[in-house]
């Protein structure tokens, strides 16, 4: 099976890899594993004051600041994932390629608003499932 972990370095990506590893995803070599991170695109104006170069050194460095613990905990448990970083609308970007890379199955963490909080602010949760037609394990 073809699956795709979303993570972004907080601690719902700490439980949706915990979930994965006491649930036995992780084990033996069915699956092949891609982690994906998306960070939000820097506004127009603060990426022409500072530069191309400095940008992209940015998002970056900030995309292993959250893949290399999540890809150091998954070859703990045998696993070596593929990884992909990317700019733009984060829940929009991972349907995109997860639609896009023909993946069985993506899986990531929720905050787990509330209802209301959900409508007011919106969620990368509710962009994902809006958006893709893989099936989604959301682990809270």
Known sequence: ???LL????SAYTKKMLAYLAANDYLQGDTHQYTVITVQPALPTRARAAVG???VNQYYAE????????????LE???VTPARVAQVGAVGEAIAAFADGEKFDML?????GHGALATLVMGSVTMQVLA?????VLIVR
């Open 52 to 54: 191309k170069e400095v």
């Open 107 to 111: 899986v990531m963490g929720s905050r």
């Open 62 to 73: 900030e995309a292993e600041k959250v893949l290399n613990p999540v890809c150091k905990y």
């Open 131 to 135: 958006n893709s037609k893989v099936p």
């Open 6 to 9: 979303a993570v972004d370095g």
């Open 1 to 3: 099976m073809k699956i």
């Open 76 to 78: 703990r448990h045998g």
